[in-house]
C-alpha cells in the first residue's frame, strides 16, 4: 500500500490562488465576503473559497444552518465566541456545531482566506441578541446582503424565543 502525502500550507495556497483568477460565483454584502463554489452547490455537503473583506457585524454572535469547518488559507482574522476571542491564522483548522455562535473580525492590513466546508442544512440560522435569537432575514436588509434591523435596537422587531425553526428545506 503506498502512502499518501497531503498538501501543504503553501500548495493549499497556489491552489486557492489558482481558484481566485476567476470571478467570484456569489459576492456578500458590499463586498464584505466573495464566495468561489469548490464543488457544484448541493443539499449534501458544500465547500466554498472564502475571502473575508470586512468583519462581521458586531451587534450580535451568529450561527449557520450546518456543521461547518473552516481552514484558514491566508492571513488570519479574531474569531469572538461565547467562550473568548481567538487569533486564528493560516493553516488553522476550525470545526463548529451549527448552533455554535461566533463573529469574525478582520485584523486591517491581514488577508482573511479560508476554505469553508458545510454538511447538510439542519436548521435556520440567525443571530444571538440580547433578548432572544433573531433569524437572519429578520436580522439583515430586505435583501439579505447588507446591514439591516440588527436586534431591534429601535423597535423593529420581536426576537425569536426558540432558535433553527423551520422556514425553508433547503437554501
Known amino acids: 500500500m503506498t ?17 481566485m483568477q476567476r470571478q467570484p460565483d456569489y459576492v456578500i454584502g458590499d463586498d464584505y465576503l466573495r464566495r468561489w463554489w469548490v464543488i457544484p452547490r448541493n443539499e449534501h455537503v458544500n465547500v466554498y473559497l472564502h475571502e473575508i473583506l470586512k468583519s462581521d457585524d458586531d451587534r450580535a454572535m451568529h450561527d449557520h444552518p450546518w456543521a461547518n469547518t473552516s481552514f484558514l488559507v491566508f492571513g488570519s482574522y479574531i474569531e469572538h465566541t461565547p467562550e473568548g476571542s481567538f ?32 454538511g447538510p442544512k439542519v436548521r435556520e440560522w440567525g443571530f444571538q441578541c440580547e433578548h432572544g435569537w433573531v433569524h437572519w432575514e429578520d436580522f439583515t436588509s430586505p435583501d439579505g446582503r447588507t446591514t439591516g434591523r440588527g436586534c431591534g435596537e429601535h423597535g423593529e422587531l420581536s426576537p425569536v424565543t426558540h432558535p433553527g425553526q423551520p422556514r425553508e428545506v433547503f437554501a
Open 3 to 19: 502512502a499518501l502525502s497531503y498538501a501543504t500550507l503553501p500548495e493549499m495556497q497556489a491552489w486557492a490562488t489558482g481558484i
Open 87 to 118: 487569533v486564528r491564522m493560516a493553516g488553522e483548522t476550525i470545526q463548529r456545531a451549527a448552533n455554535a455562535l461566533h463573529r469574525l473580525e478582520v485584523i486591517p492590513g491581514e488577508q482573511a482566506i479560508s476554505l469553508f466546508m458545510t
